[in-house]
């Protein structure tokens, strides 16, 4: 399988504690991208990296969350002290550059459930 | 501010016939529109996608069609088959910071192709 792959698939946590994503890009892809996407939404920007570099953040990614893909392939997605608004599907993404035609493919997502 | 808005949350369509889901888009930056097909539990697919630059992209049953100066794009699907039934999102990209090309995306249009 050479998609994106993350995990874990499905994760519940209770609030205040911490949780990690991991996502591993198609191959050879220096662009790596974080969504977020809840019911009846569509996927939300978190953030970007290229290579290892976080090049952007969104709004949207709280002091409580990081990001960091610390040797250019692999990334992972913290999240301290989680809370119940953070129950969603995050969605890691890459693609091979940043020009028209470089298509961005997702990952099979990882739930979160905060109870 | 929703700069991506799919309109209609549904649409069912009999196998056979075509399907036509819209989209509209408010910024004039986007250069590049994409068609993802989501299934439950799954991240993101992608389907099709437009340059700014053209005004029809067409692959196989799927044809994009975009209408710049209307600021519209539409996904034709023919003939619909009932594999076809999924979320539908549109996605525009376009220059933000350090040039990452985040995407934006709409609500989704759930199409249901009735045998």
């Known amino acids: 399988d050479t998609g994106v792959s993350q995990n874990p698939r499905h994760k519940i946590t209770k609030r205040g504690q911490n949780v990690t994503f991991r996502c591993d890009p198609i191959?050879?892809?220096?662009?790596l991208y974080w969504y977020r996407q809840t019911l009846g939404q569509g996927p939300e920007f978190l953030t970007y990296f290229q290579n290892e570099a976080q090049l952007e953040k969104s709004r949207l990614l709280s002091d409580r969350f990081s990001a960091e893909r610390p040797k250019g392939s692999f990334s992972t997605l913290e999240i301290q002290r989680t809370e119940q608004g953070d129950s969603a599907m995050y969605l890691c993404?890459?693609?091979?550059?940043?020009?028209?035609?470089?298509?961005?493919?997702f990952g099979e997502g990882s739930w979160l459930t905060v109870v | 501010d929703q700069q991506v808005k799919q309109n209609s949350p549904s649409l069912s369509v009999q196998e056979g016939r075509i399907s036509i889901l819209n989209c509209d888009y408010t910024n004039s930056m986007f250069d590049y529109f994409l068609w993802y097909k989501k299934y439950p539990a799954e991240g993101p697919t992608f389907l099709i996608s437009?340059?700014?630059?053209?005004d029809k992209n067409e692959d196989g049953r799927f044809t994009v069609f975009l209408n710049k100066s209307a600021k519209h794009l539409s996904l034709h699907i023919v003939p619909s088959q009932p594999g076809d039934s999924a979320v539908y999102f549109c996605?525009?990209?376009?220059?933000?910071?350090?040039?990452?090309?985040?995407?934006?995306f709409g609500k989704g249009t759930k199409l249901s192709v009735i045998p």
């Open positions: 993404a890459s693609s091979a550059g940043q020009g028209i035609g470089n298509t961005i493919y």
């Open positions: 437009i340059s700014s630059i053209k």
């Open positions: 996605a525009a990209r376009g220059p933000s910071g350090a040039g990452s090309y985040q995407l934006t």
């Open positions: 191959s050879e892809h220096n662009r």
